[in-house]
């Protein structure tokens, strides 16, 4: 049980039924997570990290569906499962938290009752006490006055505040993991470094593992230990996250490093003009053959156009999934 | 048709005042909301989301605004370009105070300042081909001869990286970071002097957000444009701005050159920003600063930060912060300990910076 890791991914596909055909939007994706670990998933609008997280917790819906692969929680199959045990892991053993807060709330009902929710659905406690829970749960997150602020409804918080209900219902059962899709892409960067900080801590107290989404991949380098980062669908590098930004492999991952302006990047070499990636991310139904990142990628040459690469391993660590890996 | 129309927006007309290469000043502008409030006036609150600011553009610059949400930036931004009335203060665009709404043209307005949306994909109108959105300014200003028209729209395509024949398609028909080329070329095709540019990256794709930003700044040097760049992504503002104006519930509280901002932040709310940037050289905690923006409707005693602040004394919360104090080297300051906290800044980057 120890060594079995807590999350494993293998081959997973997830398939786009359209009424006339059927993509694959997510093809091959292979990933574990160990008991309270940090591991980010970077990529851009449309690459799959969402949808393969929805997998994880099992709520994909149609025209989405897993095509293929194994998803094993503890060594055990979560499609196999039955509904009702799916049903048990979901919020109680992984919990998520969504981008943006206010849609994820129920707007009609106040927060205290939103969280207490989760201790009578998985806890069996009775309203009263998972009331008092509630507000427990509330000042763990640190929110002020928790026990006035349980009465609030969604709208009367602040988008830090709610972000903050989000996490205290996530952990509210102490899951063993956490998804946190985008947890702070709506929020200030000083809200954010207190939402991050706030996650971090109470996951690492409780041995919680997260697995963070996001397309800020410094971001995603600072609160994890290991990155894939994703393009159109696939994992196209899997580095331990104090690498990936000093000697990353694959061509896309350096193109979005090279393509950001870095604080203190102008200091220290000048205002220099950026590295654009040319062209546009593929839609699901257009990804290319061979490597799908070829079109945009400078390096790529004919067996790029032809031939999608395999992961390989890199001997200092990590994956790649390039012919023409550094 | 007036004289001299087509001739003043076809062409950037020379710097006409030499010596005076301030083409935007904003004076000590407020913009105060009155919130709730009975029949009788009962009740109601000042909401003051503005609250006397003086800002300076030059000719050619680029000033970045950085703030977080709720702190009076973008109503700033609709200040300047005439779509909010101020409760206070002047602002002079070009020579001329626009803020006097008896003289204030709001067309001659449009050909000196416009606007560059934060989202493509709300800005654009999705029922008007490219062509028509291009043209509509064009014909409201006076240009109604076809062939102008179609050859304006032409250069102005190519000039944001898109392709003349483009110009009969929508806007569902092109990619975000197209589609912002299309919010650029809107903005441009007036030939203005000022561009405000409003989150213009942070509803791309990352990997776009680079051709974007480059466009923009190329632009500014073929155009001979200004820039007011307002985002909240403080690596976007480095790398672009010349000078930076840091804003805090309603008032700046640091300009200066880019340089000193970054590199010597002077006011604790300027460092909690910089310092709230994730490393993404190495796993850290980050820096935390404990709250939130307080309630414009409410707004705490003393120094507006203060209750944020690791530094605030007694002073901090009893007196308002001070007023905007320059240095020598343009360098402006509103705290009452900047003096003492540069000093202990400077024994301690012995030790390490922000990378």
Redesign the interface.
Known sequence: MTDSPLIEVEGLRIDLNDRASHVAAVEGVSFRIDRGETFGLVGESGCGKSITALALIGLLRQPLSIGAGVIRFEGREIQRLPAAEQRALRGNRIAMIFQEPMTALNPVSPVGQQIAEMFVLHKGKNWREANQLAVEALASVRVPAPERRVKDYPHQLSGGMRQRVMIAIALACGPDLLIADEPTTALDVTVQAEIIELMRNLCAERGTAILMISHDLGLVANVCRRVAVMYAGRIVEERGSADIFRACSHPYTQGLIDSLPRLGSRAALGRTRLREIAGVVPAIADFPDGCRFNPRCAQATEICRTTAPELTLLDAGGLVRCHHHA | MRAGWSGAITMHEPAARPGDDVILRVEDLAVHFPVGGGLLGGGRRLLRAVDGIDLELKRGECLGLVG??GCGKSTVALSILGLQKPTRGRIVLDGQVVTDRQSVDRKALARIVQIVFQDPYASLNPRQTVRRTLEAPLRLHGVTAKSEIDGRIAAMLRHVGLRPEQAGRYPHEF????RQRIGIARALILNPRIIICDEPVSAL???????I??LL?ELKETLGLSYIMIS?D???V???SDRVAVMYLGRIVETGD??EI??RPAHPYTR??????????????????PG??PNPLNPPDGCAFSPRCLYAEAVCHREPGPSLETRPDGHSVRCWRADEIAGQTALASTESG??
């Open positions: 977080e949400s990619s975000g970071g197209q794709d990352v990997s776009i957000r680079a051709q930003i480059n700044l909240h403080l690596g976007v480095e790398h672009m880019w340089r970054f590199e909690t920003l910089i310092a709230a940037i994730p490393d993404p050289l190495r796993r850290a905690p980050l820096a935390t600063t939130e923006l922000h990378p």
